[in-house]
């Protein structure tokens, strides 16, 4: 007996450290690795449907899952980025050469504050318009040089970039293929009662899918809303605020308003009174509307996290991961979230079991 206890011991030191070195080796690919996971969930209903018609061709409906996959997500993503990187460098180039009508304006903005707000920029130093033109480009090319390290980078390292899609990409046709077996393998292997492996697994892909819809669909619906009022009123680089207003979208509570409200103040400052109420209006109507609109259709009454605890895994994903943790920190906060739910509600399933036995007898 104490020898099995041993071996058991021994057998288990080794399952632990054959995975942590897997688990390490799999570091330099953990974002191809996220993403082939995540995409083959959002893409297993289509699967699913295309093997019920096809049961005989799971090769051929994987690939085919994963056309549509390259269609509509990486495709119009690798476009997006191509567009945000030319409106980045040619903005860059113009702070960096001076742009006399961005002066201009800036002037004009100044000279269209009321006469009490200028003692404050007199106190913080703003005294005169030069000294806020200075610090306006000072702070507009370090947040552009900022944005653009991150594309300068995955440029010097185009090899990476492409093989992470490779191993993405081909991962992705074997998750699609082979999900179904996959799932059941890990759910055999899983050490828990078959309750809560049930609820698990169906928690997972519940709340994949609801962190995939309600967050960053709705996200980008917000910044294309966002890029298209931008184009209208003619402002620069559209599609580069569109992007960063899709990307606050995933803060709660303030979100693309950080972009757009700011234009609204410097409309109304330079007396261009109408573009300030058509942007007011449409962002108040449109692009703010579009998350209480669209959230509970596509999440509909699935996992939905409370707006603080989104904020706070959303900065504490992107302080950890990179751009990675805008998904994967609400993802981690949701399955933190659901793994307590399924042991509260058991535990209060045993308490409720036990009572009877507790209760005084009678007689």
Known sequence: MTTEKTNQRAFTIILVAISVAFLWLLTPFVAAVFWAIVIAILFAPLQKRLLKRFPHAPNLTALSTLTVTILVVLLPVGFLFQSVISELVQLYRLLQEG?????????QAYTALPESVRPWLARAGFDDIEAIKSYVSRFATQAVRLAGNQAINLGQNTFMFVLNLGVMLYLLFFLLRDGVALAARVRQAAPLDENQKTQFMEKLAAVVRATMKGNVAVAMVQGTLGGLIFWILDIPSPTLWGTVMAVLSLLPAVGATLVWVPVVIYFVLTGELIDAVILAAYGTIV????DNVLRPILVGKGIRLPDYLVLISTLGGLALFGLLGFVAGP????????AWDIFASQSQSQADSGQPSDKPRSG
């Open 331 to 338: 993802l981690i906060a949701a399955l933190f979230i659901v």
């Open 99 to 107: 742009d006399s009508s961005a002066g201009d304006r800036l002037e």
């Open 287 to 290: 692009i703010g509307l579009a």
